[in-house]
């Protein structure tokens, strides 16, 4: 267990629905992090959180919002859903000041298929 | 904007011989860091090593070796030995300001099989 827990494991849904997907960081870790990783792709960086406010975008689709609360958990929002956005979606946290030499501790995903 | 390309999609290598996986980066910071994960097929992401942009000697974490060549920026990833458990998917990642609280770039990646 790496310490940081994204729910539900697997969502599968409708084109055209809205789905949330659930992420409770590291403890201590006050930067969350959201990434999607569609088939034989990388990574790619959607949206940063640091202590509740937002600190960086990535290529996050307009239909795609996301935010941390109080006790630092994130939520990523996604809605209109369309067949391409069918990916394994990633949150992972970090701490502040960075460990020097540590990257995330990343979540285990949220495989969502849109049919 | 930092780069990461990873040029070989897939590789082979026999079990208990050694596999270098290629990544090059691109950025004119001269601050940052770079990071190999591991992600098998189970789809966990796994972090392996760390170089620092400053550090002068190349890291290594057991069989997990990093060849930096700053001139050339490039950061391949060494594995020694290779293990059947070292079938997965493999990414080179980077991010600017060492100490920094910023995003991971992460490359396309480079599927390993290991064949015994």
């Known amino acids: 267990d790496s310490g940081v827990t994204q729910t539900p494991k697997h969502l599968i849904t409708a084109t055209g629905q809205r789905v949330t997907l659930r992420c409770s960081p590291r403890?201590?870790?006050?930067?969350v992090y959201w990434y999607q990783q569609s088939l034989d792709q990388g990574l790619q960086f959607l949206i940063q959180y640091y202590n509740g406010e937002e600190r960086a975008k990535g290529n996050i689709l307009e239909r795609f919002s996301a935010q941390q609360f109080p006790d630092l958990h994130s939520e990523l929002n996604l809605s209109s859903l369309e067949l391409g956005d069918s990916a394994l979606y990633f949150c992972?946290?970090?701490?502040?000041?960075?460990?020097?030499?540590?990257?995330?501790?990343f979540g285990s995903g949220t495989r969502l298929t849109v049919v | 904007a930092q780069k990461i390309t990873q040029t070989q999609p897939g590789m082979f290598v026999q079990e208990k011989e050694a596999v270098t996986l290629d990544c090059t980066y691109d950025t004119s910071d001269q601050s940052y860091g770079l990071f190999w994960y591991k992600q098998p097929s189970s789809g966990e992401m796994i972090f392996l090593i760390y170089?620092?942009?400053?550090?002068?000697q190349n890291a290594t974490e057991g069989r997990y070796s990093l060849n930096f060549q700053k001139a050339r920026k490039s950061a391949n990833l060494v594995i020694s030995a290779s293990q059947l458990g070292d079938s997965a998917m493999y990414f080179c990642?980077?991010?600017?300001?060492?100490?920094?609280?910023?995003?991971?770039?992460f490359g396309k990646g480079t599927r390993l099989s290991v064949i015994a």
């Open positions: 992972a946290s970090s701490d502040h000041p960075h460990r020097v030499g540590y990257g995330y501790t």
């Open positions: 403890s201590g870790d006050l930067s």
């Open positions: 170089q620092g942009s400053y550090d002068e």
């Open positions: 990642a980077m991010r600017l300001s060492v100490s920094g609280n910023t995003p991971l770039v």
